[in-house]
């Protein structure tokens, strides 16, 4: 029930006639490197993000959710429990900002242990994916990423315009 609509991202960077006068094809490929890398790292964070979408971006997938207490080892269970009622199901992962990561991996399972919540990049043998992209310090989700769907309307189209700047 989403209606998908192309969104445009672009980047522009000022490169001098000499730079490129002075160097084989060694710099080229790595300022295409460079511009390809960020625009994926934009892509993912606006993925990630808690923004509402616009005109110009889409939502995030942690707009408008709600936020679970993951203070303690029994309300991880219990967020795993509340989405696997809901039928999801597959190849079950943690998305985790940085911030998420340091708490759950200093977090006892119980007071009766020293077993760890988080350890070896597993959430009580469930994987877990952090990135610096998510932004929300606390934030984590947990589900099958693989139902999430990212459209695409062409490949990334880099135009070297040395007059105009064309966007």
Excluded: C, H
């Excluded at 203070?71 to 940085?98: H, I, Q, R």
């Excluded at 991996?105 to 988080?118: D, E, F």
């Excluded at 989700?141 to 315009?161: K, M, P, R």
């Amino acid at each position: 029930g989403v209606l998908l609509q192309p969104k445009r991202l672009t980047a522009y960077v000022d490169i001098s006639k000499q730079l490129l006068n002075q160097d084989t094809i060694g710099v080229e490929n790595a300022i295409r490197r460079d511009i390809v890398n960020a625009i994926n790292d934009k892509l993912e964070a606006t993925i990630f993000s808690d923004d509402a979408g616009d005109a110009t971006k889409p939502a995030g997938i942690f707009y408008d959710s709600s936020i679970f207490d993951a203070s303690t080892f029994k309300a991880v269970v219990d967020l795993e429990a509340k989405v696997e009622s809901n039928n999801v199901y597959g190849n079950m992962k943690y998305l985790l900002s940085t911030g998420a990561k340091a708490d759950l991996r200093a977090m006892p399972k119980s007071t009766k242990n020293t077993q760890l919540v988080m350890e070896g990049g597993e959430i009580d043998g469930t994987p877990a994916v952090v990135t610096s992209n998510v932004e929300g310090a606390g934030y984590y989700a947990y589900g099958n990423f693989e139902n999430l769907a990212v459209a695409s309307w062409g490949d990334i189209d880099i135009t070297v315009d040395e007059y105009t700047q064309a966007v």
